[in-house]
């Protein structure tokens, strides 16, 4: 198992932290085999790790009219123009295992504009990278083009979210130097 990675910050001990977390974090060692970096960094900090759970999973856990791997997706291209390596490598992992695709990934954190995806999903991460990288500029012709994909309002928000907690987690992912689980790499690359 790797050790957990976090330079600048202390990693508490899972049998330290309080019951919640503690229990949260074997639950997910229990369902993946390994507790991800980003829940032994994040814990350093209780509270702020409940808030950040809290909104990750109602951004991404939920049901609407983006699919989970969609969601990834997102998350994958936005890390990758955000520089954040382990929310490449984690996200990009579980993109491989929700799209049931080994290639995806890889092709959406190099270059998601000649990634083997529709066009829908083209004009959503177009939309999700000028959140990540210049929201400023947003402007009414943004929501006309994304809308003219079939999204929602609800899903345009939801875009829009994912894009920007993610700017948030990759940019402490980047402050602590969290490193990815070495299980990540391989993880949806090859048949089990």
Same mark, same amino acid.
């Given at each position: 198992m790797?050790?957990?990675?976090?330079?600048?910050?202390?990693?508490?001990?899972i049998?330290?932290?309080?019951?919640?977390?503690?229990?949260r974090?074997?639950?997910?060692?229990?369902k993946?085999g390994?507790?991800?970096?980003?829940? /032994?960094?994040?814990?350093?900090?209780?509270?702020?790790?409940?808030a950040?759970?809290?909104?990750?999973d109602? /951004?991404?856990e939920?049901?609407?009219?983006l699919?989970?791997? $969609?969601?990834?997706?997102?998350?994958?291209?936005?890390?990758?123009?955000?520089?954040?390596?382990?929310?490449?490598?984690a996200?990009?992992?579980?993109?491989?295992?929700?799209?049931?695709?080994?290639? /995806?990934?890889d092709?959406?954190?190099?270059?998601?504009?000649?990634?083997?995806?529709?066009?829908?999903?083209?004009?959503?991460l177009?939309?999700?990278m000028?959140?990540?990288?210049?929201?400023?500029?947003?402007? $009414?012709a943004d929501?006309?083009?994304?809308?003219?994909?079939?999204?929602?309002?609800?899903?345009?928000?939801?875009?829009?979210?994912?894009?920007?907690?993610?700017?948030?987690?990759?940019?402490?992912?980047?402050?602590?130097?969290?490193?990815?689980?070495?299980?990540?790499?391989?993880?949806?690359?090859?048949p089990?």
């Amino acid at each position: 198992m790797t050790q957990p990675i976090a330079k600048r910050f202390p990693t508490p001990a899972i049998a330290s932290l309080p019951d919640d977390i503690r229990t949260r974090l074997l639950a997910v060692q229990e369902k993946s085999g390994f507790v991800p970096n980003v829940f /032994l960094t994040l814990a350093y900090r209780p509270d702020e790790f409940r808030a950040f759970f809290a909104y990750h999973d109602a /951004l991404m856990e939920k049901d609407s009219g983006l699919s989970k791997a $969609e969601r990834e997706m997102i998350v994958v291209a936005t890390s990758a123009a955000n520089q954040c390596h382990y929310c490449v490598i984690a996200h990009g992992a579980i993109l491989r295992i929700r799209a049931k695709n080994p290639l /995806l990934a890889d092709q959406i954190a190099v270059n998601y504009r000649k990634a083997d995806i529709t066009e829908r999903q083209r004009a959503m991460l177009d939309f999700a990278m000028k959140v990540s990288t210049a929201a400023h500029r947003i402007s $009414e012709a943004d929501f006309t083009e994304i809308a003219h994909h079939g999204f929602s309002d609800d899903d345009i928000w939801d875009i829009a979210a994912i894009s920007a907690f993610f700017a948030l987690s990759n940019r402490m992912a980047n402050v602590t130097a969290m490193r990815p689980n070495d299980e990540f790499y391989m993880m949806g690359r090859l048949p089990k």
